[in-house]
């Protein structure tokens, strides 16, 4: 059965750096994207970004180009997704997501969420 | 800025169909099958619905079904239950020029 569990929730000054991590369990870790997918506060979805966790290679929304990494460790089948220069606005819950495999963008596993919260 | 539009909000009784639609361009929409949705209910993650416009992944009702005509895909809830009361998202592929995922801004279905 795929999982996907994702790192406790987070309090950070603005200014800050956050990390979250999300382990994938139950499948091919390599053979499957990972996005990244956050939702403000009574707001929509907005999509962050992807990665290959067989590569490496990433894609971003062009609004986080430059402040947000994608990475991976595939010795621990994790993805790790870090923003940094945190702003009020980043306020969100940060989910991680698995492409399925033959169909770009559809996401059939979804992380229970990561509670990120800025504040002072 | 949400690119793909929906409408904010969708109600229906019991048993009723009802229709989501979900706008967008020649550079997503119009252009690739890969359309998505996908189903959220209050504090919980997202679940995908149907992928590519109608395809429904084990486990999801038949009362759910997709389609697409041009730039506009829809979703259609048939037999509306209220577990169905939901807040729902389309998702559509695009290259910009790497692959890209685009959302709708949401609609929230009220069953009366």
């Known amino acids: 059965q795929v999982h996907l569990v994702q790192s406790g929730a987070e309090m950070k000054p603005p200014g800050a750096s956050v990390k979250v991590s999300c382990k994938a369990s139950?499948?091919?870790?390599?053979?499957?994207?990972i996005h990244w997918v956050r939702q403000a506060p009574g707001q929509g979805l907005e999509w962050m970004g992807w990665i290959n966790p067989k590569t490496g290679g990433t894609n971003s929304a062009q609004k986080f180009q430059g402040r947000v990494t994608v990475t991976k460790d595939t010795s621990i089948n994790t993805v790790y997704m870090e923003i940094k220069r945190l702003a009020s606005d980043d306020t969100a819950i940060y989910y991680c997501?698995?492409?399925?495999?033959?169909?770009?963008?559809?996401?059939?596993?979804w992380g229970q969420g990561t509670l990120v919260t800025v504040s002072s | 800025q949400s690119v793909l539009t929906q409408p904010a909000s969708v109600s229906g009784s019991p048993g009723q169909s009802i229709t989501i639609s979900c706008t967008g361009t020649d550079s997503d929409i119009a252009h690739y099958r890969f359309v998505s949705w996908y189903q959220q209910h209050p504090d919980t993650a997202p679940k995908l619905l149907l992928y590519e416009v109608s395809h429904r992944p084990s486990g999801v009702s038949d009362r759910f079904s997709g389609s697409k005509s041009g730039n506009t895909a829809s979703l259609t809830i048939s037999g509306l239950q209220a577990e169905d009361e939901a807040d729902y998202y389309c998702a559509s592929y695009t290259k910009t020029p790497l692959s890209t995922l685009i959302l709708g801004g949401g609609t929230k279905v009220t069953v009366l």
């Open positions: 139950g499948y091919t870790f390599t053979g499957y994207f």
């Open positions: 997501a698995r492409e399925l495999p033959t169909t770009p963008n559809s996401l059939d596993s």
